[in-house]
């Protein structure tokens, strides 16, 4: 293709090209540009990870990944042994000796978000919050003619 075939393909992109196509490669360029940025300014430790893995051929992402995921493996008997710790702390009643307001408000500020975290597994899992429904129930005949009574 010479230059003034480049020149015309160029110019007539069209609408496509001038408002989904080139808004998309600046948004692109600017975000390799500030990587590329952020890379040049990353911790040594990192860069030299980095550069190993580059001198193996190996990708840096998914080395990361992996050694992450192993570590985490070898923690989790790390947390059981520390969960049991914790539990036998607060089962001893080491925990209330100096128990104030603020440990209060810590401590219903913590089951406040378990009961969060508990009804939106509730809402995922079943899609409701109602009790499931009691087959003798006058609710369960909704059933046969696919209407949902807990919606």
Same mark, same amino acid.
């Given at each position: 293709m010479s230059s003034a075939q480049a020149t015309v393909a160029k110019k007539s992109g069209g609408i496509l090209h001038?408002? =989904? =196509?080139?808004?998309?490669v600046s948004t692109a360029q600017k975000i390799e540009c500030r990587s590329a940025a952020t890379l040049q300014r990353v911790e040594p430790a990192v860069a030299a990870w980095i550069k190993t893995n580059e001198a193996t051929g190996a990708d840096a992402a998914s080395m990361s990944t992996k050694r992450f995921l192993h570590e985490q493996g070898? /923690?989790?008997?790390?947390r059981v042994v520390r969960f049991f710790q914790e539990a036998r702390y607060v089962f001893s009643g080491q925990y209330f000796k100096n128990y104030n307001i603020a440990c209060m408000l810590q &401590? @219903?500020?913590f089951f406040t978000q378990a009961l969060f975290i508990f009804l939106c597994a509730v809402l995922v899992g079943r899609r409701s919050i109602f009790p499931p429904i009691h087959p &003798?129930?006058? /609710? @369960?005949i909704a059933l046969d003619h696919k209407v949902n009574p807990n919606y």
């Open positions: 001038r408002f =989904v =196509v080139s808004p998309c070898q /923690l989790m008997s790390y &401590d @219903a500020r &003798d129930s006058p /609710l @369960a």
